[in-house]
């Protein structure tokens, strides 16, 4: 190993850490966007009742019934 041996760092990693650099809040806004659209509370009591009420699909579904 070289003397002056520097690590590795894509061109990917590089640009992360610019932007990050250019938007200290980019992180903070990614969580909340997140949490927008993705971190909702579970209604427990409509999953059971969505489960219960699905019916079974058929093995083939593209084929008909009897025919």
Do not use: C
């Amino acid at each position: 190993m070289p003397l002056f041996w520097k690590p590795y760092k894509s061109d990917v990693t590089t640009f992360i850490e610019q932007l990050k650099a250019r938007r200290p809040t980019l992180e903070a806004e990614q969580q909340a966007g997140r949490a927008l659209l993705w971190d909702k509370p579970i209604d427990r009591e409509a999953q059971a009742e969505y489960r219960a009420a699905r019916v079974p699909q058929q093995p083939y579904v593209y084929q008909n019934s009897g025919h």
